[in-house]
């Protein structure tokens, strides 16, 4: 499968608790996407990398949220402090120019 | 201000009839339109496009939609549904002139239920 992979799929965690999800886009790929969604909604965009420069953060980010890709490849993003507020579908997508994004199965998090 | 607009949360149609979800855009220059189906606990995948060129652009799973400018819309059709086609769609755009080279505005998502 080449496809945009998203690891984990789903996550629990308690309050409090941070966590981390990785993003691993098509090998071809050097722009790479993040995105929250929330039931019945559309995307919310989070981040936009271009190889393993960060060139956007949405102003709805807060400090508690950061997202890196060291070698222009895989990307990770971390939430610390996790709050109920943050379960959501984290999405991740890809895409080789400024036209269409491919989009991963995404990782569902649960805050309790 | 940009905007994608998709006013009906949920469409209802016959397997076999034609549907059609609809979406309409406000941006200032000439938009890059796209739709994008997501079935339950999955990702977007994406159907069609439209840059530039023929208003009416096919994609996948015999999709299609039309772009027009007057009206500013760009509704998504199909000529025969199948109940494999229930699913949420979203439209969304992207404004080249004000907005960035890469963030996509996104409709709420219409959902389409095709019964049998």
């Not at chain 1, 984990?8 to 071809?28: A, L, Y």
């Not at chain 2, 905007?3 to 979406?23: F, I």
């Not at chain 2, 819309?73 to 004000?98: G, T």
Request: with cysteine.
């Amino acid at each position: 499968d080449t496809g945009v992979s998203q690891d984990p799929r789903h996550k629990i965690t308690k309050r409090g608790q941070n966590v981390t999800f990785r993003c691993d886009p098509i090998s071809e790929h050097n722009r790479l996407y993040w995105y929250r969604q929330t039931l019945g909604q559309g995307p919310e965009f989070l981040t936009y990398f271009q190889n393993e420069a960060q060139l956007e953060k949405s102003r709805l980010l807060s400090d508690r949220f950061s997202a890196e890709r060291p070698k222009g490849s895989f990307s990770t993003l971390e939430i610390q402090r996790t709050e109920q507020g943050d379960s959501a579908m984290y999405l991740c997508a890809s895409s080789r120019t400024s036209s269409e994004q491919y989009f991963g199965p995404g990782t569902r998090l649960t805050v309790t | 201000a940009q905007s994608v607009a998709q006013p009906e949360d949920q469409v209802n149609v016959a397997e076999g009839n034609p549907l059609t979800v609809k979406c309409t855009y406000s941006v200032s220059g000439n938009p890059y339109l796209f739709w994008y189906v997501q079935y339950p606990n999955r990702g977007l995948q994406f159907l069609l496009k439209y840059i530039t060129g023929d208003n009416l652009v096919k994609g996948s799973y015999g999709f299609e939609a039309e772009f027009n400018k007057s009206q500013t819309s760009f509704h998504l059709k199909k000529p025969s549904a199948l109940v494999s086609d229930s699913a949420l769609y979203f439209c969304a755009v992207r404004d080249p002139v004000l907005g960035s080279n890469y963030q996509l505005i996104w409709g709420a998502g219409t959902k389409l239920i095709i019964k049998p």
